[in-house]
């Protein structure tokens, strides 16, 4: 489990300091990529899930907290996520990780560690 004072917004911190076995810099942060998805609201999807929008070809449709609660910019570093992972457990019980989320998508609560 992580820290609980873990701050995700400090992802592009830790993203910088990743070497690899050379001790050179794992990740080239001048040659990134930026990708934009549009996201359109549709209340019949389960909250914290996704689905492709059937109007938009590479759009996803989701649910208004959902939407809400997701950050909008989130690091993807390849195939692997678990150098940034970050799990918590939200009040609501259900477990969730922060890198992905500002609130909790399933009950609408903030989830920030709190320091």
Request: glycine content about 6%.
């Amino acid at each position: 489990m992580r820290d609980p004072n873990f701050d995700p917004n400090r992802a592009l911190d830790v993203v910088k300091e990743i070497e690899n076995m050379a001790g050179l810099p794992n990740f080239d942060l001048e040659q990134r990529e930026d990708i934009k998805v549009q996201i359109r609201v549709n209340e019949t999807v389960p909250p914290a899930m996704f689905k492709p929008d059937p109007l938009i070809p590479g759009g996803y449709i989701a649910n208004s907290l959902t939407i809400r609660a997701m950050r909008p910019d989130i690091f993807v570093l390849g195939d692997s996520l678990e150098d940034l992972a970050a799990p918590i457990q939200c009040a609501c019980g259900e477990h969730l990780d922060v890198q992905f989320w500002k609130l909790c998508p399933f009950c609408g609560r903030d989830i920030r560690p709190q320091l």
